[in-house]
């Protein structure tokens, strides 16, 4: 451990110097719509950079006036000028794990359709993975693989007896191991199940099926060993690519623990992340945090910040996990009043969200079903009334199935909803038909509804659960399309500049950074996104525009080849 810190401290220290010595030439852009996102969603002619921020906005007259001798001029040549995207809620550098983990996505973002094309894949790695290794998959998704259930301990036994192995359901609420891996982490007939999970047993048996929900998946956290650190400089290098090619220049994590609140600012300081981060530790890490048991160290806060604690209320609607008031609408099993479980005890997390509250943290509680989101908001209620603290920006994130009322209750609060809109897309149709049904179905993720309130929201991917598009995001908001291209709930729609504010400047004020960041406005930082043409046009065509380059802090950082 203490080796690689030096390591990382004496190349990380030239790196920064070589960075810095690099100063970006002072760029003039033109010729192209530049869509500020500024209070009044202007569209100015000009825009010049100089040095790491943004220098003047405004008529290609004006902005000249301003330029410095020596400056370049950029012709967009019709292509469009963007704040960079800002990443409100995913699990960055979760998006490069398969450097290391088996993908086992199903289409459309994968390949895999049965439990074949899963153990295919699983096979592949274990060729190449040394014996008694763990090898681990993740993505696979019950409702899309033919046989419409999760594997369990069984199906995994035939692909080894040998290896442990353990894979992730897309929702990374649930997840699967075969009897070598439920050797490896102890779990057996006699383990009760964990408060706020479930490790499911075989029928008329106490024997584990294999598969374990919510809570019970921190032994396997716990229990398989975390990626390398040189693998984590792998993934972590493929997540940013991946980020910057899609024009995100705020990489958020929402679930950091030790490793990622110790690994990724030296990743950044590298110069192996490109993006600006907002890091949100887990609720234990925050407790370490405050009690002085863990130090995050001193960083440069145009680089790395630590956000909001996260606490997680309720699982997901898609695994059967999320909380409901009313039953789920084909149930999972035999009794049709099944409507999900809190993760969180009500009286445990009005006890947590006070405490977090009292320290000082900014709050971000994920709530898919609307009765924990009753829970969320009765919690932050109270421990507003009994801490009030003005600005607090508290964040329900996902907030899938908010009522009209909850959204009221909201605004009322200052709470700010994340809104995942991406369901409306890859499980639109699953939805509709299995889980919540047509009605429910179609005011999910009401990002109009919270409009209409003047509720300030955020969107997001949740990446790795599914890929970082954000104008695919922006897409799913705009014309909540399911992946077959069936309306869910087209009364839910919002227009292309409330969506792209949502993954702009919005999702600067969700960070507390709406000063430095989220519209292109003087003085603040130069972090841009040039894309083929501007999505204001072609409301219809979002997901078909391409980024073509990715600028943070005036430097490139990604340019469509
Ligand atoms: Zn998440």
Known sequence: MKRWILAAAIVGAVAFGAWWIRQPTPTLYRGGPIVTLDADN?????????GDRIAAVGSLEDVRGAAPRGVREVDLAGRALLPGFIDAHSHFP???????YVDLNSPPIGTVVNFEDLADRLARKLATTAAGDWVVGMGYDDTLLSERRHPTREDLDRVSR???LVVWHVSGHVAVLNSAGLAALGITAETPDPEGGVIRR???????????EESATDLVEAGVPRP???QGIGIARAASRDYAAHG??????GWADAQLLQGLPWLSRLGVVSQRLVLWPTAAMAEEIAAG??????????WVRLGAVKLIADGSIQSYTGYLSEPYFVPPGDDPAYRGYPRIPRADLFAQVERFHRQGWQLAIHGNGDAAIDDILDAIAHAFEVAPRADARPILVHAQMARDDQLDRMRALGVIPSFFSLHTYYWGDRHREIFMGPVRAARMSPAKSALDRSLRFTLHTDSPVVPMEPLRLVSAAVNRLSSSGVPIGAAQRIGVVEALRAITIDAAYQHFEEEEKGSLEVGKFADLVVLSESPLAHPDALDAIRVEETIIGGRTV???P
Not at 42 to 50: G, K, Q, T, Y
Not at 248 to 253: F, L
Request: glycine share 10%; aromatic share 14%; no cysteine.
């Open 202 to 212: 075989r029928p008329g048996s106490r024997e584990p099926d294999g598969i374990l």
């Open 558 to 560: 990604y340019r469509a």
């Open 293 to 302: 048991e863990f130090d995050f160290g001193r960083w440069d806060e145009r």
């Open 228 to 230: 390398t650190f040189w």
């Open 248 to 253: 995100v220049t705020t990489a958020q994590n």
């Open 94 to 100: 979760g998006s490069g794990i398969f450097e290391v």
């Open 42 to 50: 202007r569209i100015a002619a000009a825009l010049l950079v100089v």
């Open 162 to 164: 040998e290896h442990p």
